[in-house]
């Protein structure tokens, strides 16, 4: 199919918010402002924002790229660009990457829309041991986060049935303005609580003391997963961009984007946290343990108010979740696609089959199916590691090699200047991070989180 033929998005806006929330996801809310605070605070952010310029921009550039060029879902792009040598395996991973990736997310996201639906009962109150005991209770059934699995699914399904204009364009016009709205609304709540300024300094109050080389270390690997480098996403979405887009602009448009929603998560949960005396953890706890609580004393004289929050933070999270899980469905329905030669409904229909059968597996590895465990570990943490550790870095580490070493120059300084439109005046320093500083660090960072480093 030709650039002509393929679907491509139908404004700029459009392109830009349906890439951003591909990046966007639960990970800017449930990491980010834990590492900051942890970390730092103001010291980790300047630090974060350099490792997002150093690495995070050039890989997902890089992803541009390939996409664009190749006109083609992940696998066929790094084929053509390798001219089918061995480099085409590494569209082909991140192909499975992105296809793993939704099976166990679609898990996670099903988890929002049951707390959209608890706190719409009313049912999330009660003794912090009560939240506790809510979570494990719902994670351990063996059915309930099935159904919420297949549901989250099926609203993906139906928005990547109707397309790159009508399905996900549309949707994300819609979903990532609300979510910003959310996040305001939700950021200025929580600042204004009684105290709420320790968790405000908390966040922001500079301490280079905490800093070492394991926070850039850390801080480069965040900067990583969070733009969603090497999942097939960036490059599947940049398939549909046109001959015009100014790639650089719209990298820099992304980050941007992504930081900031990653800030004011940040802004959402510590001043609230502090305000009562809770001390935030990090991952799913913070989400769906601490939170619950915290929401329950910030509000406990508005109780009105305490329910319109809670909901509406369990409904920005399915948004954040739902637009992530959106773009990760698209890389594989756009392969099915384009390999099997069917029709988009076919492919979308093959995903999400073959996606619900890896989430049922993995959210029923939390309860009592012991059996379905690998080496002692739960199947869903055993694909969160294998993705998350050792495929995401490894294929954005050998993309690099491959921009940087193997595709001609002339062919990524074409892309990147649009053939001579644009004045590039960047793509030296572009060219020689993803040549050098980029590689050796997805390799410090591979090695740091197995501790070798």
Request: charged share 10%.
């Amino acid at each position: 199919m030709s650039q002509t033929e393929r679907a491509s998005f139908g404004s700029k806006i459009g392109m830009v918010l349906a890439t951003a929330g591909g990046a966007v996801g639960l990970g800017n809310v449930w990491r980010f402002p834990y590492m900051t605070g942890e970390n730092g605070g103001a010291a980790f952010i300047i630090i974060y924002i350099g490792c997002v310029l150093l690495l995070g921009m050039p890989c997902m550039i890089n992803e541009f790229i390939i996409g664009r060029h190749a006109a083609s879902n992940t696998a066929r792009a790094y084929t053509k660009l390798s001219h089918g040598t061995a480099w085409k395996w590494v569209g082909y991973l991140g192909v499975l990457t992105g296809f793993l990736i939704t099976g166990y997310y679609a898990v996670v996201s099903g988890w929002c829309l049951e707390y959209v639906f608890a706190s719409l009962a009313n049912q999330l109150h009660g003794s912090p041991e009560y939240f506790q005991q809510f979570f494990s209770d719902f994670k351990a059934n063996p059915w309930e986060p099935v159904i919420w699995t297949a549901v989250i699914l099926l609203i993906t399904h139906f928005v990547i049935i109707h397309g790159i204009r009508n399905g996900i364009e549309k949707a994300s016009k819609i979903m990532m303005p609300i979510l910003f709205i959310l996040l305001l609304v939700i950021a200025v709540s929580s600042c204004l609580l009684p105290g709420a300024e320790k968790g405000i300094s908390f966040l922001f109050k500079p301490d280079f003391s905490k800093v070492s080389s394991d926070v850039f270390l850390d801080a480069l690997g965040q900067s990583f997963y969070s733009l969603s480098i090497a999942m097939g996403c960036i490059c599947t979405y940049a398939s549909y961009y046109t001959r015009q887009t100014n790639l650089v602009n719209t990298a820099g448009q992304i980050c941007t984007i992504d930081t900031m929603v990653a800030i004011l998560a940040g802004l959402m949960i510590f001043p609230a946290a502090f305000s009562v005396g809770v001390n935030p953890d990090s991952g799913p706890s913070l989400i769906f343990i601490t939170l619950p609580n915290v929401f329950e004393k910030s509000f406990a004289g508005m109780p009105i108010v305490g329910f319109i929050i809670s909901l509406a933070f369990y409904v920005l999270l399915s948004m954040a979740a739902l637009t992530s899980l959106i773009s990760l469905h698209e890389v594989s329905t756009a392969f099915f696609q384009e390999e099997l030669h069917i029709s988009r409904k076919t492919g979308a229909t093959i995903v999400t089959i073959g996606c619900f059968v890896v989430g049922s597996l993995c959210s029923l590895s939390l309860g009592d199916w012991s059996v379905l465990s690998i080496g002692g570990k739960d199947l869903f943490d055993v694909f969160d590691f294998v993705t998350g550790q050792i495929f995401l870095p490894i294929g954005g580490f050998l993309t690099c090699l491959f921009i940087g070493w193997y595709v001609p120059k002339k062919l990524v300084k074409d892309e990147f200047t649009n053939w001579g439109t644009l004045r590039g005046r960047l793509f030296g320093v572009y060219y020689f991070l993803v040549r050098i500083i980029c590689p050796l660090c997805i390799l410090a960072i591979f090695l740091h989180q197995f501790g070798l480093i």
